[in-house]
């Protein structure tokens, strides 16, 4: 059981690249969540999606583009990488909104140079 | 939107001491109140989690309390070991059916807790 997946797990990018990090789950999960961690600030929200077909902005979407492609896979873009976003980045699901446990998939450390 | 604040930064305690941390929140609507503990380098786990119809909750040498009328949440370690040395979030989230609104955790900023031998 491979619980939530991510790839690739560290990307150098130059400023204005693009690049999609790919998440998968597969625990059957309603919900599903893309968190980017900073050195001091936690974790914050970036989008998530409550359930196929939905997708809904968190704390800190600017820069951000999310897709819900199945119920098992949720997808983050990066339009034009900024050294701003060199974080990293982790994808979490839940069985459904609120009152239940988030797991986490290893993250992607991301680097724009 | 919610927001969680965390105390304090860094904890640091000697090995078999007691270690507590610190949350309040301030959405009213929140109701369900997880921690979280990342070791260097991996991902966030859940270790215990609290939901609004209960003050307190313990799960061998760990604990959590919550104080609704004050807003705010502590993570009690009892007889602290080597292997709690990490990273401790934690977070509050409103209810997935509350109507709508925002969903996903709110996070504090996280303690990095040290256990000294």
């Known amino acids: 059981n491979a619980g939530v997946t991510q790839t690739p797990k560290f990307q150098v990018l130059k400023t204005g690249q693009s690049m999609t990090l790919q998440c998968a789950q597969d625990m059957n999960h309603n919900s599903m969540y893309w968190y980017r961690q900073d050195p001091g600030m936690g974790l914050r929200l970036i989008y998530y999606s409550a359930s196929e077909g939905t997708t809904d902005k968190g704390e800190v979407p600017n820069g951000y583009n999310v897709s819900r492609l199945n119920k098992r896979e949720f997808s983050l873009r990066l339009e034009s990488a900024a050294p701003s976003q060199t974080s990293v980045y982790f994808c979490a699901s839940s069985v459904a909104r609120g009152r239940t446990e988030a797991f986490f998939g290893q993250g992607t450390r991301l680097t724009v140079v | 939107g919610e927001n969680v604040e965390q105390h304090p930064s860094t904890l640091s305690v000697q090995e078999g001491d007691s270690a507590v941390i610190k949350c309040t929140y301030s959405?009213?609507?929140?109701?369900?109140f997880p921690w979280y503990k990342q070791e260097l380098g991996k991902r966030p786990q859940l270790i215990i989690d609290i939901r609004s119809n209960v003050g307190e909750k313990k799960d061998q040498r760990i604990a959590v309390t919550l104080n609704k009328t004050a807003k705010h949440f502590s993570l009690h370690i009892t007889e602290t070991q080597p292997e709690d040395s990490a990273v401790y979030y934690c977070?509050?989230?409103?209810?997935?059916?509350?109507?709508?609104?925002?969903?996903?955790?709110?996070f504090g900023k996280g303690t990095h807790l040290i256990i000294q031998p």
């Open positions: 977070a509050a989230q409103v209810g997935g059916n509350s109507g709508g609104g925002a969903d996903g955790l709110t």
């Open positions: 959405d009213s609507a929140s109701n369900y």
